[in-house]
């Protein structure tokens, strides 16, 4: 089936383009073309196509690639270490839909073998479904540094066992992305999984500058909300943070929330680093899509106020953060522009996965994974593989 969104401004994923139009096939984008030609399009004279196209006018507003979050715990009152399950997948991606994220990567927190193990099964499941937005799943632990856990549980978090890489190594579809702290880990433990796939970031970490640098050499590529749950960066001790920003080929998840990470602190961050090689993340736990402020976390009890979600001691928990509100918050409070921050959230993330070649962008071939924004930046409709949230709700 085929249909057209037209009379609506567009962001390609390198410019805003208005008054134009997008033709979606079989869920992908078939054409780009300019609102006025979508009447003479010689789409309907196409061998094999319908000659009727079903056109629907988005009133000026603007269409934009889907958002791609690659750290989500939890949405509507479900966090996925509770229940990895793909009826949990499929209840987190239906939450943050609503936010704006087509594509993301279901994250589990460090916890039992038994638990990782759901996790992937539940992981590879989603993806065989087809389940609306699932890309693969994200172990963010266990192999973790104690004195950065943040709220990690300390009994959950250890040292590789014999057949740690096997077992992460086992996702049969789909991405696996793997955060780890590199100093708790053997030489060349990176390295093999990186060779069978496995995407790896660091993150809960306090590893030197050195140490980091290796990680990178074996093959690490990504860093896990920068800044949080790692040692400030330091003049003589640059840390994982130094390394980070001074690394032109690797990407770095930014908590844009204003509580995470200060909006000044992000901005100098930003400005080091390469273009493209920040994106957004949001960390979310299940408050997202949900009226509850209290809840658990691996049996500690966590509170929301005011955007904040945090232990009776003050920690940080995760966050209450959704990618449309980070966007937002990129435009007006880090004074980003509209497109940089709309890369952030989508063609960047993309490219960390290894998907550019499908998502971040709206062009010929790609997916039809899209968002619709108004004039504040808040989500109207999305689409997944050219299906309208409305047709879902």
Same mark, same amino acid.
């Given at each position: 089936?085929?249909?057209?969104?037209?009379?609506? &401004?567009?962001?390609?994923?390198?410019?805003?383009?208005?008054?134009?139009?997008?033709?979606?096939?079989?869920?992908?984008?078939?054409?780009?073309?300019?609102?006025?030609?979508?009447?003479?399009?010689?789409?309907?004279?196409?061998p094999? =196509?319908?000659s009727?196209? &079903?056109?629907y006018?988005?009133?000026?507003?603007?269409?934009?690639?889907?958002?791609?979050?690659?750290?989500?715990? !939890?949405?509507?009152d479900?966090?996925?270490?509770?229940?990895?399950?793909?009826?949990?997948?499929?209840?987190?991606?239906?939450?943050?839909? &609503?936010?704006?994220?087509?594509?993301?990567?279901?994250?589990?927190?460090?916890?039992? &073998?038994?638990?990782?193990?759901?996790?992937?099964?539940?992981?590879?499941?989603?993806? =065989?479904?087809?389940?609306?937005?699932c890309?693969?799943?994200?172990?963010? !632990?266990?192999?973790?540094?104690?004195?950065?856990?943040?709220?990690?549980?300390?009994?959950?978090?250890?040292?590789?066992?014999?057949?740690?890489?096997?077992?992460?190594?086992?996702?049969?579809?789909?991405?696996?992305?793997? =955060?780890?702290?590199?100093?708790?880990?053997?030489?060349? /433990?990176?390295?093999?999984?990186?060779?069978?796939?496995?995407?790896?970031? %660091?993150?809960?970490?306090?590893?030197?500058?050195?140490?980091?640098?290796?990680?990178?050499?074996? !093959?690490?590529?990504? /860093?896990?909300?920068? /800044?949080?749950?790692?040692?400030?960066?330091?003049?003589?001790?640059?840390?994982?943070?130094?390394?980070?920003?001074?690394?032109?080929?690797?990407?770095?998840?930014?908590?844009?929330?204003?509580?995470?990470?200060?909006?000044?602190?992000?901005?100098?961050?930003?400005?080091?680093?390469?273009?493209? !090689?920040?994106?957004?993340?949001?960390?979310?736990?299940?408050?997202?899509?949900?009226?509850?402020?209290?809840?658990?976390?691996?049996?500690?009890?966590?509170?929301?106020?005011?955007?904040?979600?945090?232990? %009776?001691?003050?920690?940080?928990?995760?966050?209450?953060?959704?990618?449309?509100?980070a966007?937002?918050?990129?435009?007006?409070?880090?004074?980003?522009?509209?497109?940089?921050?709309?890369?952030?959230?989508?063609?960047?993330?993309?490219?960390?996965?290894?998907?550019?070649?499908?998502?971040?962008r709206?062009g010929?071939?790609?997916?039809?994974?899209?968002?619709?924004?108004?004039?504040?930046?808040?989500?109207?409709?999305?689409?997944?593989?050219?299906?309208?949230?409305?047709?879902?709700?």
């Amino acid at each position: 089936m085929a249909f057209a969104l037209t009379e609506c &401004r567009i962001f390609t994923g390198e410019c805003i383009l208005d008054d134009h139009a997008v033709i979606i096939k079989d869920g992908r984008i078939n054409k780009l073309l300019p609102s006025s030609d979508l009447d003479s399009s010689d789409f309907n004279n196409s061998p094999g =196509t319908d000659s009727s196209l &079903r056109v629907y006018r988005l009133n000026g507003e603007l269409l934009a690639p889907g958002y791609i979050d690659t750290q989500v715990n !939890g949405g509507a009152d479900v966090l996925f270490n509770d229940a990895p399950s793909v009826d949990s997948i499929r209840a987190i991606g239906a939450a943050h839909r &609503r936010f704006g994220t087509t594509a993301f990567l279901p994250t589990l927190i460090s916890d039992s &073998r038994e638990k990782m193990e759901a996790a992937l099964a539940a992981a590879n499941q989603a993806m =065989t479904e087809q389940v609306p937005g699932c890309l693969g799943v994200h172990l963010e !632990g266990p192999f973790l540094n104690l004195q950065r856990k943040g709220v990690h549980p300390e009994a959950m978090i250890r040292r590789p066992e014999a057949d740690a890489q096997q077992l992460l190594t086992s996702l049969k579809r789909g991405k696996t992305l793997v =955060t780890l702290a590199p100093e708790q880990i053997p030489d060349g /433990f990176i390295h093999n999984l990186v060779e069978s796939g496995v995407i790896v970031a %660091a993150g809960h970490t306090a590893a030197t500058y050195d140490q980091v640098r290796h990680a990178l050499s074996e !093959g690490l590529t990504g /860093f896990t909300h920068l /800044f949080n749950a790692m040692p400030p960066l330091n003049s003589r001790e640059p840390g994982a943070v130094g390394a980070a920003l001074e690394d032109n080929k690797s990407w770095c998840g930014l908590i844009v929330d204003n509580h995470h990470v200060h909006p000044a602190t992000l901005k100098i961050a930003i400005n080091a680093k390469p273009r493209g !090689g920040m994106m957004l993340v949001t960390d979310a736990v299940q408050t997202v899509g949900s009226e509850n402020n209290d809840f658990e976390l691996l049996g500690q009890k966590i509170v929301r106020q005011d955007g904040r979600v945090s232990t %009776a001691e003050g920690t940080l928990a995760g966050s209450d953060l959704d990618m449309a509100s980070a966007v937002r918050n990129c435009v007006q409070i880090l004074d980003l522009t509209l497109e940089e921050s709309l890369r952030m959230a989508s063609l960047y993330p993309a490219r960390f996965l290894g998907l550019a070649s499908d998502y971040g962008r709206i062009g010929q071939g790609f997916k039809a994974s899209m968002v619709l924004l108004d004039k504040d930046l808040r989500v109207r409709e999305t689409w997944i593989d050219g299906v309208s949230s409305k047709e879902v709700t």
